[in-house]
Structure formats: structure tokens, C-alpha cells
């Protein structure tokens, strides 16, 4: 019974994922980032940007979170890069701070198998989770 009062109350986070754009999806709203992070690059890395909406202005590296090919950033823990990635694009997508931590539903979860080498569920779990999500679900 609680379960279901907090789903209605958070609202359910519908996500399509691909490897180069992540569709979310709640209330009517839709929101597609692109799976790229920018990461500084002087030392300390702090996240500077997500997706196509925003190219920070300073030195920074751009990290596909995809991308099999190596990049520039191995200094940076992709699981990481992925995490706050999720964490921006849910308070995008709720568009507000909530003391509700939402739901999210994944979707064409199959279409990153051949890059995460068949453990694509797992990983979107642990960075949907560490990202502030109360449950995942995986729709086929």
C-alpha cells in the first residue's frame, strides 16, 4: 500500500535507452540527453556539463559514456561519469528538488548488450540507484 502511494506521488521515470541518447519520459514530459559528460580536466575532474545542452566554456575532456574506443579520460571512472549523469538527467526530468525518489522503468536495455558485454542491467541498476532511484524495472 505505501509502495503504491510513493508511485503515485514520484511519478514513474520512463527511460529509452541507446547508446548515444537516453530518452526520459514522465507526466507527459519528454527530455532526451545525449550520452556524453564533460569532465575538467585540470587535476581534479568535476563534472562540467551533460548531454548536448550544455559545453561548459572551460578546458574540459568530452566523455561518450558508450564509446568502446578508449578516450582521453582515463583518469575518470566511467561508473562514475555515469552516475552523475543519471542524477542530472533525473532532477531535469522532475524539474524539481522531491524528497520522493522516483521509479524508473528502462526500456531497449538490449540495444547496449554488445558494449557492456551483456551486463547492461545490471549497470543501469547500480547507476540508476546510486543516482537517488527507489526501484528499476526492465521492460522488454
Do not use: W
Not at 507527459?28 to 587535476?43: A, C, H, K, L, M
Not at 528538488?97 to 526500456?107: E, Y
Not at 536495455?109 to 526492465?138: D, P, W
Amino acid at each position: 500500500m505505501i509502495a503504491h502511494i510513493l508511485r503515485i506521488l514520484s511519478g514513474d521515470i520512463e527511460v529509452a535507452v541507446s547508446p548515444d541518447y537516453f530518452h526520459f519520459m514522465r507526466k507527459g514530459q519528454e527530455v532526451i540527453f545525449r550520452t556524453v559528460i564533460y569532465i575538467s580536466n585540470d587535476g581534479r575532474p568535476r563534472v562540467l556539463g551533460v548531454g548536448d545542452n550544455s559545453v561548459p566554456a572551460e578546458p574540459n575532456i568530452r566523455l561518450d559514456l558508450f564509446e568502446p574506443e578508449v578516450q582521453r579520460a582515463d583518469f575518470v571512472d566511467k561508473a562514475e561519469c555515469l552516475d552523475a549523469f543519471f542524477r542530472y538527467c533525473i532532477r531535469k526530468t522532475v524539474g524539481r528538488t522531491t524528497m520522493i525518489r522516483p521509479r524508473i522503468i528502462f526500456t531497449n536495455t538490449e540495444s547496449l548488450r554488445m558494449i557492456l558485454c551483456g551486463y547492461q542491467k545490471v549497470i543501469l541498476n547500480r547507476a540508476a540507484m546510486n543516482a537517488g532511484a527507489h526501484e528499476c524495472l526492465f521492460k522488454a
